[in-house]
C-alpha cells in the first residue's frame, strides 16, 4: 500500500486529547479574524471555518458561552445558533453552489467531537462524486482549497450580509 502524507494533520491528532485552551474559547477572544478564521460574531454565538475541514466551506456555529451541552443552552443561544445556520447556507450556496449539506453535532468524546466540551454545529457542503479514494486508500483527506482561500471567498459574503441585518 502507498502513503500519502498530510503532515499538516500532525498537530491535531497529536493535541486534540492535550488541549490546555479550548479552541472556540480561543477564536472568540481574538479580535483578528483570519488569523482565528472567525466569518461572523453574533451576539451570542460565532461562526468559524473548520482548521481541518472534510470540504472546502466546512464551518461551525459554536456559542461564545463555553457549554458541553446543547440541551442546557439558552434560548438566546439556541435561537442565534438556528438564525446562523440560515445565513451559512445561504452564504454558502452563493459561494460554492452545493449540491447538499450534511448538518450536525458530535456531542461527546465517543460521539468524535474534536472539542467535547464546547458544543457547536458542523455544516458541510457536499456534491456528487466529493468523496475519492484517497481517504480510503491513502488514508488521506484531499481538500481542493486552503483556509486562506476559503476565508477570503467567504468572509466578503459573511459581511455583506451582516449589513443587511
Not at 117 to 143: E, Q
Request: charged residues 25%.
Amino acid at each position: 500500500m502507498q502513503y500519502v502524507a498530510a503532515p499538516w494533520r500532525r498537530a491535531y491528532v497529536r493535541n486534540v486529547h492535550k488541549m490546555t485552551e479550548c479552541v472556540f474559547c480561543r477564536a472568540k477572544k481574538t479580535k483578528d479574524g483570519k488569523r482565528s478564521y472567525v466569518l461572523y460574531r453574533g451576539k451570542h454565538s460565532f461562526i468559524i471555518l473548520n482548521k481541518f475541514p472534510y470540504l472546502p466551506g466546512h464551518l461551525m456555529i459554536a456559542p461564545y458561552r463555553h457549554a458541553a451541552s446543547y440541551e442546557r443552552s439558552t434560548n438566546n443561544e439556541s435561537g442565534e445558533i438556528a438564525q446562523l445556520l440560515k445565513l451559512v447556507l445561504k452564504v454558502l450556496k452563493r459561494a460554492y453552489h452545493p449540491q447538499g449539506f450534511n448538518i450536525g453535532m458530535n456531542l461527546g468524546r465517543s460521539a468524535g467531537a474534536g472539542v467535547a466540551d464546547h458544543f457547536h454545529l458542523h455544516i458541510i457542503p457536499r456534491w456528487s462524486g466529493d468523496s475519492n479514494f484517497m481517504p480510503i486508500v491513502g488514508r488521506t483527506k484531499v481538500v481542493i482549497e486552503d483556509l486562506e482561500t476559503t476565508f477570503g471567498r467567504l468572509l466578503p459574503l459573511f459581511e455583506k450580509e451582516s449589513r443587511k441585518r
